[in-house]
């Protein structure tokens, strides 16, 4: 039920942290994996790394921003690769500061990462999806699409945002054979909250607010994201799971 084995997944953003977490869990399931990143170096790499563990990876250097660049690589990966079973929408990013203090910019470039994405690469490929009459995609959501804290209130809204695209992709799509479910993270160690492990205030704030007790690992999420991915998940749709330790569960 929870076997991957000749399917195949997109996973963007997945050239470090929890894409090439959530890739190389996949890959360990039996399913075929396709790297996606900007930077061809850390993508290349990241290749390099799975394949020495046995996988069988490709990589897809595309800007998931982009319109262009995501219906090229698409349709590029479905000719040449063939066809997507499993999308997992990874990419994202985080930026910190009062509200009062966000320029336009920043809040611009953090809904085009974070949302605009979800939506582009989203639609690539459910319209493959929606032929076939079956597929999986899983929207990286977070605790902050539940909760807030102060100076990301852009990213909040984006992390919201994406939870009701997940509800309403699974609503369009679900009449199609298709799966859309969002994997919802707490607080994990990453390279990006690197800084934030450090802090020995924080980190002690965060241990002591979650009832799990510790932060999270990235092998923490694996289970989820397979689950999602597979037919052990034929019924859940629209859901998001979140993999916080319990913090959602508490004030």
């Known amino acids: ?26 890959a360990g399931a039996g399913a075929e994996v396709v790297l996606n990143a900007r930077n061809e170096a850390r993508l290349a790499e990241a290749v390099g790394r799975l394949r020495k563990e046995g996988a069988t990876v490709h990589a897809a250097r595309f800007d998931v921003t982009s319109p262009d660049e995501v219906q090229a690589a698409i349709a590029g990966i479905e000719q040449d690769v063939g066809a997507i079973d499993i999308l997992i929408n990874n990419a994202g990013m985080q930026r910190r500061a009062p509200l009062e203090q966000f320029s336009h910019e920043q809040w611009e470039e953090l809904m085009k990462t974070n949302v605009e994405s979800v939506f582009l690469v989203g639609q690539a490929v459910a319209r493959y999806m929606i ?4 597929g999986k995609i899983i929207n990286i959501c977070s605790v902050q699409s539940e909760l807030g804290r102060p100076s990301i ?37 990453t390279e990006l909250t ?11 704030w965060l241990i002591g607010r979650t009832p799990s007790r510790r932060w ?21 749709n629209g859901h998001i799971l979140y993999v916080d330790g319990g913090v959602t569960a508490t004030l």
């Open 153 to 189: 209130a852009a990213y909040t809204a984006s992390k919201g945002a994406v939870k009701m695209l997940t509800k309403g992709m699974a609503i369009d799509w679900g009449q199609h054979g298709i799966q859309v479910n969002g994997l919802g993270p707490g607080y994990f160690k």
């Open 216 to 236: 999270g690992d990235v092998e923490d999420l694996v289970g989820a994201a397979v689950f999602l991915a597979s037919s052990a998940s034929n019924f859940v």
């Open 131 to 134: 032929e076939r009459k079956r």
């Open 194 to 204: 690197e800084a934030l492990v450090k802090d020995e205030k924080f980190s002690s």
């Open 1 to 26: 039920m929870f076997d991957l084995s000749g399917r195949r997944a997109l996973v963007t953003g997945s050239s470090t942290g929890i894409g090439f977490a959530l890739a190389k869990g996949l």
